[in-house]
């Protein structure tokens, strides 16, 4: 079943984020939205995808983006689900693991919807702590969201010279 993430941010008529609402929809779903004189409504749309963990588990999850910038989706550049080896323990027996990647490109609070806490984040090869929560929406279902805090690069993304590369980052999640 295709569904997608959305994530919608409202903010007042003097650019402050006065609320943000997270939530799962089908192609055929329709909302309302309104909003007051001199105030804006910024919506991301991500395609929800599904793999298996090595274990038979299914995780869904889609990237948001940058979500303090108006452009949050921006920043994504590729999602995609790979089973890949990981070193575990004293011995260095290797486990199988799911592996969420997100190619992005910026910095600052990273969101993605996830239908399970990833077990472990890497940012560029190296471990960063991260937030998993679940809230009930209006419909009565749980919407799973992984939050993270992308630091800035050691080498500055902007300016970038006219037809110079994009300097971008692998995100990765870890689910067992």
């Known amino acids: 079943m295709l569904q997608f993430a959305v994530y919608g941010s409202h903010f007042t008529a003097d650019g402050f984020l006065e609320s943000t609402v997270f939530s799962l929809c089908g192609p055929d ?6 909003i007051k004189f001199k105030e804006a409504a ?4 991500s395609p929800v ?4 963990t090595p ?5 869904r999850m889609a990237p948001i983006g940058l979500v303090d910038m108006f452009n949050s989706g921006g920043a994504v550049r590729s999602f995609s689900f790979t089973v890949d080896e990981e070193q575990r323990g004293e011995d260095g027996e290797e486990t199988q693991v799911l592996v969420a990647k997100t190619t992005m490109v910026g910095d ?10 990833p077990s472990k984040c890497t940012i560029a090869g190296k471990e960063v702590t991260f937030s998993f929560s ?8 749980g919407v799973g969201s992984v939050t993270v805090e992308v630091p800035e690069e050691e080498e500055p993304f902007w300016p970038r010279s ?13 689910f067992e």
């Open 162 to 174: 006219k037809g110079a590369p994009e300097s971008t980052r692998d995100l990765i999640f870890y």
């Open 134 to 141: 679940r809230e009930i929406n209006e419909d009565g279902e």
């Open 29 to 34: 779903d329709a909302t309302t939205v309104s």
């Open 108 to 117: 600052g609070r990273f969101v993605a919807y996830s239908s399970a806490a």
């Open 49 to 52: 995808t599904s793999a298996a």
């Open 55 to 59: 274990t038979g588990r299914t995780i």
């Open 42 to 45: 910024l919506f991301t749309i």
